[in-house]
């Protein structure tokens, strides 16, 4: 990712201008902002990134966890080290014992060879555990021993192996009302929770939209060899008042959704971004009937499931086609899921391969 400070938009953070250190530091973690919520919190993490305590990190999906959990790795002493992810709400029993503990060959049928966990992978570095309000409850036992006694050993071994990395660990969900309807123990709430610092929704950081639309647009305009797409004050306008349900990784897929759709030279505007966002902020029927134009239209062209039919179409073609023939990434880049592309697909009868 290039440095932020040689992007050249209109609203970039005063402090990637006036402090290098954590100019530095934002660009090697993605983070970038310039509200007063999210520079306090820069704030703590330069307090707390030197210690060894676990740091809790909470908020909504899409707030940017892992982003701040790297942030503080490399603020920290073990910025050189390894920063090993874990998304824990994918493991469940075996699954999670072999992916933190690792195994020995021959501790079950097919293990033909040493693997190393992510306990052993993250060293003396930074353990991320993403959604750990998902470890089942069995597995809690173990991983509540291995941040007492800071030893392990590996599935189907005898030697101890020493576990020396720090753990910053997030989740959306509320642990404490976990703990108490007995779904999270205590004990291991208790052992994460030394630093709780809670991640503020993008509604509640609203001055980082600006920065954020307009780097995000610039990336991906690179990305896609548009490097000269620019947001138009309309648009602009209608990404502050959206609500962003989906906070930071909403609005990143929303501007690389427009990278990839928008095909002129002329600035995005307020007509561009999609409908339901538009209606949502009170650009009624008469507002947007403006932004077609004036011109006689074909019967076709007033039809309006063949207009959605071939605009999706369209869209999902181009979107395969940039996609490198993945289906997964085809559905990120338009805004829905798998399943739903699924169904468009057999809607409209139409192959992508």
């Known amino acids: 990712m290039m440095d ?27 983070l970038l902002f310039r509200s007063e919520a999210m520079r306090a919190l820069y704030r703590v993490a330069i307090q707390v990134a030197g210690s ?35 998304n824990c709400g994918v493991l469940t029993g075996e699954l999670f014992a072999d992916k933190f503990f690792g195994h020995e060959p021959g501790a079950f049928t097919g ?68 703990v108490r309807a007995g779904r999270f123990r205590a004990d291991l709430f208790y052992r994460l929770n030394v630093i709780p610092i809670a991640l503020p929704s993008l509604r509640e950081r609203s001055d980082d939209v600006a920065p954020l639309a307009e780097y995000f647009l610039w990336l991906f305009g690179h990305h896609y060899h548009r490097p000269n797409l620019q947001l138009s004050a309309g648009a602009m306008e209608l990404l502050s008042r959206h609500h962003w349900p989906g906070n930071v990784r909403e609005l ?20 561009d971004l999609p409908l339901e966002m538009r209606l949502e902020l009170g650009h009624d029927a008469h507002h947007i009937s403006h932004t ?6 074909d019967p076709e062209e007033l039809n309006l499931d063949a207009v959605v039919r071939r605009a999706e179409t369209q869209a999902m073609l181009l979107a395969y086609r940039e996609a490198g023939g993945s289906k997964q990434r085809t559905a990120e880049l338009l805004g829905i899921s798998p399943r739903t592309l699924r169904h468009k697909l057999a809607q409209y009868a139409l192959k992508l391969e």
Do not use: C, W
């Open 4 to 30: 932020p400070r040689a992007y050249g938009g209109k609203v970039l953070p005063q402090m990637l201008e006036t402090d290098p250190e954590a100019s530095a530091a934002m660009h090697e973690a993605g």
């Open 252 to 271: 990143k897929n929303l501007m690389e959704r427009v990278a990839l759709l928008h095909t002129t030279d002329a600035p995005v505007r307020s007509e």
């Open 52 to 86: 060894d305590a676990p740091v809790l990190l909470t908020g909504e999906s899409g707030t940017g966890k892992e982003i701040f959990a790297r942030l503080l790795h490399t603020l920290s002493n073990r910025s050189g080290r390894p920063f090993v992810p874990v």
């Open 292 to 297: 077609v134009g004036h011109h006689a239209f």
């Open 111 to 178: 293990a033909t060879r040493l693997q190393k966990g992510s306990f052993e992978l993250a060293a003396d570095g930074t353990l991320f555990l993403d959604e750990v309000g998902e470890i089942p409850l069995p597995n809690q036992v173990d991983f509540l021993r291995v941040l007492e006694e800071r030893t392990f050993k590996r599935l189907g071994g005898e030697k101890d192996l020493g576990f020396r990395a720090r753990i910053v660990a997030a989740t959306n969900r509320a642990l404490p009302d976990m």
